[in-house]
């Protein structure tokens, strides 16, 4: 699909290969949802990872030497702001392969390296943070996602989550850390502005390995 290369709205100093105008989802993929053409969530940059992103380049230290991980990492947003806010080693997971080459092709644009790669999350290999944007949409990705970093946050991984208040987020895991109100596109999200928070997940569990 076309995009163009646009400043993230509440991180600037990123840019990213973005749907331009009023495209929204269902208009780049025909009108509708189709079982064997994934969306395009890559071609929009939302509001969780926005806030991400906002978050990790105003605290650096979080992130400063230390391996990141950014699940479901659609345009790599946060992946991006974690380079940039100087990690060691940063890897962005995404199911959609098009989302992959497109975290590829937004690090390259923003001058940093970022290992981008198609995997589900539990091929993902140790990290120091998880970084995860707009995860809790359903109740079986919530249900997933919830079982897949809890033993991570047990094993003392810092877990941040950007969300806008989606209706599968399980907030009595997580501690509010900011809170951002982000421009989002009206096509997307049927509003201009969305209140978003990040997250750190509570670590409840004890676990032997900070492997997903």
């Known amino acids: 699909m076309r995009t163009e290369l646009l400043p993230v709205p509440l991180a600037p100093e990123i840019s990213l290969h973005l749907a331009g105008g ?30 991400l992103a906002r978050y990790v380049l105003d605290h650096p230290r979080i992130v ?94 810092l877990i941040l989550v950007g969300d806008p208040g989606r209706g599968y987020f399980p907030e009595r895991l997580f501690i509010r850390r900011a809170e951002y109100t982000v421009p989002v596109p009206a096509a997307l999200e049927e509003t201009e502005t969305l209140v978003t928070a990040v997250w750190e997940m509570r670590n409840t569990m004890l676990s032997p390995t900070n492997k997903l």
Do not use: H, K
């Open 22 to 51: 009023d495209t929204g989802l269902f208009d780049a993929t025909g009108g509708e949802f189709r079982s064997d053409v994934p969306p395009p969530f890559w071609a929009f940059v939302w509001a969780g990872g926005q806030a």
């Open 64 to 157: 400063a030497g230390r391996r990141v991980l950014d699940i479901a990492a659609g345009s790599g947003v946060a992946a991006i702001a974690a380079a940039r806010a100087g990690a060691a080693s940063v890897e962005a997971l995404d199911l959609d392969p098009a989302a992959a080459e497109a975290t590829r092709r937004n690090a390259a644009a923003n001058g940093v390296t970022v290992r981008a790669r198609a995997a589900d999350v539990t091929e993902a290999g140790p990290a120091d943070v998880v970084l995860a944007g707009d995860v809790f949409y359903t109740r079986t990705v919530a249900d997933r996602m919830t079982s897949a970093l809890r033993p991570v946050a047990a094993s003392g991984a």
